[in-house]
């Protein structure tokens, strides 16, 4: 069991490494103000059409799985429609981002992300209370087998994914692009890297529970870590180190192929289960989920927006002392 005196340490640990993180950032931002931050309207734009396909693959994910997960737990509770119909909607409004070019946000697609994102929020605390109300608390096997903690984080994750989406579109008359007070491309990376890590824990806690009798479980447990840190620290490092963005994208393009195959490889542990696919009414809602893996695919997509807001970083073409 999972001792509260551990999870204070671990919530503290966590709380440290994030104030770390912020002083670096801070550090880096004082010694690269003479850096001129300076992507095209196009360029944003582009970008944020990638993030509507990488939070529209989010939400397709969560509809589907929170459709088995919550057909198999028989909808005892009313709120647990909320994210089919907020995961569908989100898909939708990430069609029609995708294919629009405009500069300036939608009134209609950002609503409906942000309710997304507060969906999936309340659904970490419904599952949340789920396991904590049963025998054990906090211990491995309701970890294991009550509701699990990071499916809500997907919906959250898709909601973001499309508000970022939005505030580029609105960025892209400003000077200085910034999203959330951090120059927009900084800001996109920071985001994708820690939903990559994210995402990386919660498969490692499932594929742990199957005891990775596969060696290609320990894939999402290491590639996405592994481009999620690449990523970030793409971001908080000069441009020139064009190497390191190099093997990030390298990193990328491979977590994004891994979240298509990762579904292939669960279909092969449905079909493995008794009755294989014939039976496929019980092991669908039994064997591994078919629709998580693609959430890397998503979440890749991102970082991947982001590396194009990031190479547009330029020196500034003169130097003013005031």
Do not use: C
């Not at 939708?92 to 994102?117: C, E, F, M, W």
């Not at 998503?298 to 982001?306: C, D, K, T």
């Amino acid at each position: 069991m999972v001792s509260r005196t551990q999870l204070r340490l671990l919530a503290l640990g966590a709380t440290a490494a994030v104030g770390a993180a912020s002083l670096s950032w801070q550090k880096h931002e004082k010694r690269g103000r003479g850096l001129l931050f300076t992507p095209s309207a196009g360029t944003l734009v582009d970008a944020a059409r990638t993030l509507n396909r990488g939070a529209g693959l989010l939400a397709t994910s969560v509809a589907l799985d929170s459709a088995l997960e919550h057909y198999r737990g028989d909808f005892h509770n009313r709120a647990m429609y909320a994210p089919l119909v907020t995961s569908t909607l989100s898909l939708l409004a990430s069609g029609h981002g995708q294919s629009d070019a405009a500069t300036v946000a939608s009134k209609r697609r950002n609503p409906i992300y942000l309710l997304a994102g507060l969906t999936g929020v309340i659904g970490s605390g419904f599952h949340l209370y789920n396991v904590s109300k049963r025998p054990g608390g906090f211990s491995w096997s309701n970890l294991f087998y009550a509701a699990p903690l990071g499916a809500p984080s997907a919906l959250a994750l898709s909601g973001l994914l499309g508000h970022y989406a939005e505030r580029l579109r609105n960025a892209s008359g400003e000077q200085r692009p910034r999203v959330f007070g951090l120059p927009a491309g900084k800001s996109v990376a920071l985001m994708a890297a820690g939903g990559l890590l994210g995402t990386s824990t919660e498969a490692g806690l499932l594929h742990f529970r199957g005891s990775f009798q596969n060696p290609a479980m320990f894939l999402p447990v290491s590639l996405p870590p592994l481009a999620g840190v690449l990523l970030a620290a793409s971001a908080v490092t000069s441009p020139r180190r064009q190497r390191l963005r190099w093997w990030s994208r390298l990193m990328l393009r491979a977590s994004a192929f891994m979240g298509f195959a990762g579904a292939g490889f669960h279909a092969l542990g449905v079909a493995r289960n008794n009755g294989g696919w014939r039976n496929w009414r019980q092991n669908v809602q039994a064997g591994p989920p078919l629709p998580a893996p693609p959430s890397f695919t998503g979440l890749a997509l991102a970082g991947l927006a982001a590396h194009s807001l990031l190479d547009e970083e330029k020196p500034p073409a003169t130097t003013r002392r005031l």
